[in-house]
């Protein structure tokens, strides 16, 4: 089983990082090779919003020859795709978005019909890991509703697992916190031994 892991933080060692390295630990720990790749380290040039080409085609986006395509191709070769954000603004991060929005181009829509012709993600398992600072697990609610309207609607993906975990600010401030650290590792080796 290939696991790929997005780090959607720019703080690298952070609290989305840590909880991250503790679930591809626990998937490999149930025998599956992980990869991960920082977000931010890529070069993902915004949407610019002529869909009507990267939809109606079987295409890659006309626009832009950055890092998507490699995205989209380790995507496409991974058996599940996690993801590990912090809260900003009681929203995902704005690089995760702008990586959504770019990753549009995998579906293809007849335009007459708004039938969908081609799904490339659908049916792909992801999870979904979230930090943030407030201990209130309601501003993870938000976050994680989008994440459910993009990954299982838009794109028809299979959401496996989540893990929120609260009360966490300054780098490492995770550390701390043990049990949701095992938490992460318990479900990335429960995921991968399905
Ligand atoms: C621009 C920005 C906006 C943030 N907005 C929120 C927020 O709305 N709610 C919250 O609980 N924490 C918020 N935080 C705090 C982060 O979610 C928190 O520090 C988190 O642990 C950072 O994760 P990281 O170490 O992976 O970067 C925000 C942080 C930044 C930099």
């Known amino acids: 089983m290939k696991v790929l892991g997005f780090m959607a933080s720019p703080r690298k ?7 991250l390295d503790r679930f591809l630990e626990g998937a490999r720990s149930a025998g599956a090779a992980t990869e ?20 109606v085609n079987n295409d890659t986006c006309p626009r832009w020859r950055d890092d998507m395509d490699m995205l989209h191709d380790r995507m496409l070769a991974s058996d599940l795709i996690v993801f590990s954000s912090p809260v900003y603004m009681g929203a995902p991060p704005a690089k995760l978005m702008a990586f959504f ?3 549009i181009d995998q579906k293809t829509v007849n335009l ?5 012709e081609n799904n490339k993600l659908s049916g ?31 794109f028809k993906m299979n959401i496996v697992g989540s893990l929120g975990v609260a009360d966490v600010r300054e780098p490492g401030d995770i550390a701390k916190k043990k049990e949701s650290l095992q938490e992460a590792y318990n479900l990335g080796a429960k995921l991968c031994a399905l």
């Open 36 to 55: 991960k790749i920082n977000i931010y380290d890529c070069d993902i040039q915004y949407c610019q919003g002529c869909h009507l080409k990267c939809w």
């Open 13 to 19: 060692g952070g609290n989305s990082d840590m909880l």
């Open 101 to 103: 929005e770019r990753s």
């Open 124 to 154: 792909k398992k992801a999870a979904v890991l979230q930090v943030n600072f407030f201990n209130d697990p309601a501003y993870q609610k938000l976050p994680m509703l989008v994440y459910e309207r993009i990954l299982s609607e838009v």
């Open 112 to 116: 007459e019909t708004l039938k969908v």
